[in-house]
C-alpha cells in the first residue's frame, strides 16, 4: 500500500490526458490510479502505456467513471463541458478532489459545477501556469490603474484543433480587466467582429482568437490610447506546464473543506 492520494485522468487519450500521465509517472507525491475514455474508444480495455506507444503501466484504460472515481483521491480532467458537468457530480459522490482544466464552460455548466461543489472539492481554471494566473493579477492592477480612454483588447492563438474560442485564458483575463476597471465583463465584452462593425464602443473589452499550426498558448492584453500602448503577454511553449499545474491543485485540494476554488488559490496569489 501506498500514502500517495490516486489520480484518475479522463479523457486520457487527449493531448493533455497524455502529458498528465507523463508527469505523473514523474511525481513521487502522487499515483496514477485510473485512466478513462469514453465507451467504445479504442484505448478501453487495454494497458495504458502500451496503449500511450510505451512499457507497460499497469493500469487498464476504463469506461466506467465512478468505478475509478471510487478508488481514488483526485480526478484530472481537461475534456470536454458535457463530460465534465458529468464528473463533476460522479467525482462528488465519490469525495474525490476534482481538477478541472476543460473551457468553453456555458453558464448551465457552471451552474451543475457549484452545485457539485457543495459537496466536494473542485479546483477549475481555464489556465493552470503559474504565469497566467500571475498575468490576471497585473492586468487588474493596470486596468484600475487607466481609464476608459484606454482601449482593452485581448488577443489569443492556438494551435488548429482548438475547438472553443475565445480560450478560456483569454476569459480569465478579461474577468481580471473588467474587475480592475469595475464593470462585469458581460456588459463590456465585444467578440467577434465581422463586417460593417461601426466605431469601437468606448469601454469595451475586446476579444480576438487566432488558430493556426501547434501553437500551444498565446496571450495578449493590450491597453491602447492615442499615442502609447501597453502590451502585457505570455507564452506557454510545452503543455507541461498546465500538467503541472493541475498536479500541485490535486496535491493541494486534499483534506481542504468542499468548494469552487481556483489556481489563485492553490498559488497562495488570491486576495
Ligand atoms: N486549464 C488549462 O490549463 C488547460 C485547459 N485545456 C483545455 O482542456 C481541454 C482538452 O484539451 P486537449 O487535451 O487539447 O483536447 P483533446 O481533444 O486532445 O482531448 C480531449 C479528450 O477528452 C475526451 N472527451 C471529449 N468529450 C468527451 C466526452 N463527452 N466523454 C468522455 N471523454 C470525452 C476526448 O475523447 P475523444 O477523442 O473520444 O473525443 C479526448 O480524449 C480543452 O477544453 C482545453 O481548452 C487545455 C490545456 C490547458
Ligand atoms: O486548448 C488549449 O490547448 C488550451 N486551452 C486553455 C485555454 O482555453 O485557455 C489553456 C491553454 O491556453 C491551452
Given at each position: 500500500m501506498t500514502d500517495q492520494p490516486g489520480v484518475v485522468v479522463t479523457g486520457v487519450s487527449g493531448r493533455m490526458g497524455q502529458m498528465l500521465v507523463r508527469e505523473l509517472g514523474r511525481s513521487?507525491?502522487?499515483?496514477?490510479s485510473g485512466a478513462l475514455e469514453r465507451p467504445?474508444?479504442?484505448?478501453?480495455?487495454?494497458d495504458l502505456g502500451e496503449a500511450m506507444g510505451?512499457?507497460?503501466?499497469g493500469v487498464t484504460v476504463s469506461d466506467d467513471p465512478l468505478d475509478t472515481f471510487a478508488r481514488a483521491q483526485a480526478v484530472l480532467d481537461f475534456t470536454a463541458p458535457e463530460a465534465t458537468v458529468e464528473f463533476a457530480d460522479l467525482a462528488a459522490q465519490a469525495r474525490c478532489v476534482h481538477v478541472i482544466g476543460t473551457t468553453g464552460l456555458q453558464p448551465a455548466h457552471l451552474d451543475r459545477i457549484r452545485a457539485a461543489a457543495h459537496h466536494a472539492v473542485i479546483v477549475r481554471a481555464g489556465n493552470m501556469s503559474l504565469g497566467v494566473n500571475l498575468l490576471t493579477r497585473i492586468t487588474r492592477q493596470v486596468a484600475a490603474a487607466l481609464d476608459a480612454d484606454w482601449d482593452i483588447e485581448i488577443v489569443e492563438m492556438h494551435h488548429n484543433?482548438?475547438?472553443?474560442?475565445?480560450s478560456g485564458t483569454a476569459l480569465m483575463l478579461g474577468e481580471a480587466a473588467a474587475a480592475g476597471r469595475g464593470v462585469d465583463l458581460a456588459d463590456a465584452s465585444d467578440r467577434g467582429r465581422d463586417g460593417l462593425t461601426g466605431a469601437r464602443r468606448r469601454g469595451d473589452i475586446g476579444f480576438a482568437a487566432l488558430r493556426g499550426g501547434d501553437v500551444v498558448g498565446e496571450h495578449e492584453v493590450i491597453f491602447a490610447t492615442e499615442g502609447e500602448r501597453i502590451v502585457l503577454k505570455h507564452i506557454a511553449s510545452d503543455r507541461a506546464l498546465f500538467a503541472r499545474g493541475a498536479l500541485r491543485a490535486a496535491l493541494w485540494g486534499q483534506?481542504?473543506?468542499p468548494g469552487e476554488y481556483d489556481m489563485l488559490d492553490v498559488l497562495g496569489l488570491n486576495d
Open positions: 513521487d507525491r502522487l499515483r496514477l467504445g474508444h479504442a484505448w478501453v480495455g487495454r510505451g512499457a507497460p503501466l484543433r482548438k475547438v472553443d474560442a475565445p483534506d481542504r473543506a
